[in-house]
Structure formats: structure tokens, C-alpha cells
């Protein structure tokens, strides 16, 4: 069975839901995290879950938080365990477990820090277009899905609800947060996706980009957040299938978006997907788990 809302009877505060995430207030300090397995594509919610993924996503952000990329720079991973959740939440563990995550509350900049080892998407729009992504100049003669020479951070704006995300030049992110923290928020996603995708690539999945959140902490120091680098927050393609001069078939979504697309209700909120999608996409996410962290999934 798909959990595809919490529902703490007010056991705690929910600070906010986000498409995939209901945040609950735990303490002055830290946040309950927890994954529903909500799914969207092109920016909505579907009615039904897929099960497990959002246990899929947390143990995947927990593997990076705690071993690959533990040492590139602070984060606010606590814990995943229920023993350290206090006793009046012990009874909704057929919610938490698994799927939640403490974490440091902190206050998060406004800039989602996407980074870009490969041309795709709405960079290979716009490059198609000016010859630039994100404004910077990007050499001629690209194809599409083609290696950057060295991976671009190309922040966007975090949108607020409903509002879709807009593509900025790195100068303004200047603007928003400036200029000591931007340099510090290029430097960590460059240092981040560097080496998850060195490590990635070894086990047959390109990292072709990905988006990572930062927070600040009381003692100033830029911290890693949210979730990260995940089937959700990023492009993962099967290096055995890649090809330049071509789009790749997205990792996850790609039997959701196809269907919703053949059916004519793309963007189209409340859908209720069928059982061979709700299937192969949940094939999908175990994939990407099991092939990114050497290691079978087991449900917990
Ligand atoms: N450590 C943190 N402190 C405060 N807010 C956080 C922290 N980590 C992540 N967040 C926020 O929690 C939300 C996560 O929920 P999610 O479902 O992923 O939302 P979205 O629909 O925006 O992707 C995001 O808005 C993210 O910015
Ligand atoms: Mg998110």
C-alpha cells in the first residue's frame, strides 16, 4: 500500500507539504522529514502512490548523506531511526519508519543549486535557441546529451507553491543571497556533483544533473539540505543505453509522462494512474536504489 499523506493527529506542527514531503516541526531545532510516496510529473501530484518510494528516496539520501559525500561539507542528516523519536510519535511508525528523516532545521536560501554535467532538457532548449544555458556561453557545435567539459552550475529560483521554477544567470544569485554564500553554493554543488557522479558512473547510472538546497546554520556555516540526488532531484540515465545526438529516456518518470501524454491528461491534477505504471516506475526507483548503493533493497 502507497502512503501518499501523513497523518500525526497533531502529535506535532506540519510545517509544510511539499509535492513528495510532509515537514513536521519537531523541535526548535530539527525537523521531521518525512517521504510519502506521492508522485508528480510536469508539476502535479497524481492521486495514487507508488509504493515504497518514499522510503526508496530517504535511504538513498541517507547513503549519500553518510558515506559517498559525507566529507565534501556539512549537512543536516540526523537520523532515519525511530529510536530517536520521542515516545508520543512511537505509535505512528507504520508512517514514520523508513520513511522520515531528523534533520537540522535551518534556514534555507532561496536558490535551487542545480548543477549540469551534461547538455538536456531546458538547457539543450535554450542552448538550441542562443547558444548559451543559463545565460553563460557555452562552446558551439554541442549536440544534445553531450558532456559539458566541466559541469555548470546553473541555479534556478526556488518557485513558491504551484509556481514553476525560472532559469538564472549565476550573477543573480548575487542578488538574491550575495556574494561570499553564492561562491560558497557554486563551490559545494560543483564539489558535490564531481563526486557522486565519478562514484555513479562506476556502477552504470550518469548523473546527467541534479539539484541540491542549502541552508544556513546559527554559526554561518552553508549547509547541505532537502533530499539529494535521487531519481527526484535528478537526471539519471543507464550509461549502457547513452548516446549523444539524442534525448535519453528519463530514469523514472518516463512510463508515467509517456501515459499520461498518450492519454491526454498531461498537467492535469488527480490522476489515478493505473497498476502496470504504479509498476514499472516503482521498478524503476528500486533500480536506481539497489544499482547506486551496491546493495538490495530490503523493506523495513
Ligand atoms: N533542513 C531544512 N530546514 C528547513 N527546510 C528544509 C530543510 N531541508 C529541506 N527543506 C524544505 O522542505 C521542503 C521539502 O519538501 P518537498 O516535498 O521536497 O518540497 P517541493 O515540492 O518544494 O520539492 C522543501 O521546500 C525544502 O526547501
Ligand atoms: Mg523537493
Same mark, same amino acid.
Given at each position: 500500500m502507497a502512503l501518499t499523506c501523513t497523518d500525526l493527529r497533531g502529535t506535532l506542527p506540519l510545517l509544510a507539504q511539499g +509535492? $513528495?514531503?510532509?515537514v513536521y516541526t519537531l523541535s526548535s531545532n530539527h525537523l521531521l522529514f518525512v517521504a510519502t510516496d506521492r508522485i508528480s510529473a510536469y508539476d502535479v501530484i497524481m492521486k495514487n502512490g507508488i509504493p515504497n518510494k518514499g522510503k526508496l528516496l530517504t535511504a538513498l539520501s541517507?547513503?549519500?548523506? /553518510? /558515506? &559517498?559525500?559525507?566529507? &565534501?561539507?556539512?549537512?543536516h542528516f540526523v537520523s532515519s531511526s525511530m529510536d530517536f523519536l520521542p515516545e508520543k510519535l512511537q505509535k505512528y511508525s507504520a508512517q514514520l519508519k523508513g520513511r522520515s528523516m531528523v534533520v537540522k532545521k535551518l534556514q534555507v536560501f532561496p536558490v535551487e543549486a %542545480? $548543477?549540469?554535467?551534461?547538455? /538536456?532538457?531546458?538547457?539543450? $532548449?535554450?542552448? +538550441? +535557441?542562443?547558444g548559451t544555458v543559463h545565460g553563460i556561453q557555452v562552446p558551439e557545435g554541442m549536440v544534445e546529451s553531450q558532456a559539458f567539459e566541466k559541469p555548470l552550475f546553473t541555479p534556478s529560483t526556488k518557485a513558491a507553491q504551484g509556481q514553476h521554477d525560472e532559469n538564472i544567470h549565476p550573477d543573480k544569485v548575487v542578488q538574491l543571497v550575495g556574494h561570499e554564500y553564492t561562491k560558497k553554493i557554486e563551490e559545494l554543488s560543483l564539489a558535490l556533483y564531481t563526486r557522486a557522479r565519478d562514484y555513479a558512473v562506476e556502477r552504470g547510472i550518469i548523473i546527467a544533473d541534479t +539539484?541540491?538546497?542549502f541552508g544556513l546554520d546559527e554559526d554561518k556555516n552553508v549547509v547541505l539540505v532537502d533530499e539529494i540526488l535521487t531519481p527526484d532531484s535528478s537526471r539519471f540515465w543507464l550509461a549502457s543505453t547513452y548516446q549523444t545526438g539524442r534525448s535519453q529516456d528519463s530514469y523514472d518518470k518516463q512510463f508515467l509522462r509517456d501515459w499520461l501524454t498518450k492519454n491526454g491528461v498531461k498537467g492535469r491534477p488527480g490522476i489515478v494512474m493505473?497498476?502496470?505504471? %504504479?509498476?514499472?516506475t516503482s521498478k524503476k526507483y528500486h533500480e536506481a536504489y539497489e544499482l547506486l548503493t551496491g546493495s538490495e533493497w530490503k523493506e523495513t
Open positions: +509535492k $513528495v514531503r510532509d541517507e547513503f549519500w548523506f /553518510t /558515506t &559517498v559525500l559525507k566529507d &565534501v561539507g556539512p549537512n %542545480i $548543477v549540469r554535467g551534461y547538455l /538536456t532538457g531546458s538547457a539543450w $532548449v535554450e542552448y +538550441k +535557441k542562443s +539539484k541540491f538546497e493505473p497498476d502496470e505504471i %504504479i509498476l514499472e
